[in-house]
DNA sequence: TCACATAGAAAGTGAGGACTTGCTATCTAT
DNA sequence: ATAGATAGCAAGTCCTCACTTTCTATGTGA
């Protein structure tokens, strides 16, 4: 029945701690209140810690959304990787490429993504910052569709086939207002979705049947 | 050398004089200053009346700014009709019809549109308050689709087809963070509505060569 | 072990924002 | 013409928010 020992954490721990907790408080604020509502007091509480603690890792409340926007754009390029393992040959697959990519593009992390997006849009200052972590995302973006669709696509069309998919999926992030951004796509989008995948495994794959 | 008689207003005219003066005021400060940056002092200012203007006409900033959205709704509907009146045979038309339209997506009555529907996102009272111009919109937006290439399209993939067509523009407006939006497309852009044109009429008019 | 640096908490501070409160000017109905 | 209503202004009120300041606790290097 002995208390267990002080935990002894090193400083590094210590600070790698609350700033981690800071990070995913405030995506988790970004996610589920939008950019105007996530204050720092509300970061902080949700956190569990007092605002001195933020204010002694951040300068300012810029830099914490801008640190989180970097927080956040690894895993948008993780799970945009992960999208599918196996081939886009027919039909089928590019719609479920599709259908994932949607949950991809409607999850906390990339939600948070667009709303700092937005926010930079008014903002110079926040949009100079985020500059670095928007191309570096692009770019690894347009890799991982190299790696993914690379033997389908001539070179050329890659860039613009993942325009077409990643804004139609991010338009229609911004246009789903429900409370739950988990659910059903409904008759329209999955439709919409279907057509996308029809018109773009048929502009490329006339040649090899399958 | 006269000066002019007094302009004897109508109270009715004043009243609608200071109402549509605060509307635009809205409208201009959303579109260039966002959401957040719209307070009731900046939209005063803009439109060079006092707070207390403002508060006598609408009781909360909320309703302003649902007033605002639609104020803008009826113009958008309008612009998205005006899109073309020629016909849309040939890829070139199409392209052509899809570069306007990304122009129509750029313009301040539609970033408006968005600055209210992404602000709606975390505001459960303003997506309320929305509600109703939202869905209004929408039936307008797939009427004007309808009559626009409602012959040419299978009556099912109309929505679907508008839901890729606007959701795309829609994605391109929120990452084009440019400063003037009314700048040249880019190179991937570009391409990327070349190709969706292409798809969209390669997908539906293959039976009719021209 | 002890001087020191770093992490964190609690209570401010000053600016800006939504909304109010009188007060004046202009219109309208009798 | 004049009383009552409506439009508009200027100066508040109160609250929230980003950021500070001061103080305590905890790990670190000699």
Redesign the interface.
């Known amino acids: 029945m002995s208390f267990p020992p002080p935990p002894r954490r090193t400083q590094a721990d210590r600070r790698a701690g609350t700033i981690t907790a800071l990070l995913d408080a405030s995506v988790t604020c970004l996610a589920?209140?939008?950019?105007?509502?996530t204050s720092t007091a509300a970061v902080c509480a949700e956190a569990g810690v007092s605002q001195g603690a933020l204010f002694r890792h951040f300068p300012t409340r810029q830099a914490l959304l801008v640190a989180t926007a970097e927080h956040v754009a690894t895993r948008n390029v993780a799970a945009f990787r992960e999208t599918v393992g196996s081939d886009v040959d027919t039909v089928d697959d590019v719609a479920a490429v599709l259908a994932h990519l949607r949950t991809v593009v409607l999850s906390p992390a990339n939600q948070t993504w667009?709303?700092l997006?937005?926010?930079?849009?008014?903002?110079?200052d926040l949009?100079e910052a985020l500059r670095p972590a928007r191309e570096s995302l692009q770019a690894q973006m347009l890799d991982a569709a190299a790696d993914l669709w690379g033997d389908r696509l001539p070179a050329?069309?890659l860039?613009?086939?993942l325009?077409?998919v990643?804004?139609?999926?991010?338009?229609?992030a911004?246009?789903a207002?429900d409370?739950d951004p988990a659910a059903a796509p409904g008759r329209?989008?999955d439709?919409?979705l279907?057509?996308?995948a029809?018109?773009?495994v048929?502009?490329y794959d006339q040649q090899e049947t399958r």
Chains 1, 2 share one sequence.
């Open positions: 589920e209140r939008g950019y105007a509502a667009r709303e997006l937005v926010a930079a849009r008014a903002d110079a949009r050329d069309d860039a613009p086939v325009s077409v990643v804004n139609m999926l991010d338009g229609l911004f246009s207002l409370p329209t989008v439709r919409a279907r057509l996308l029809e018109m773009i048929h502009r």
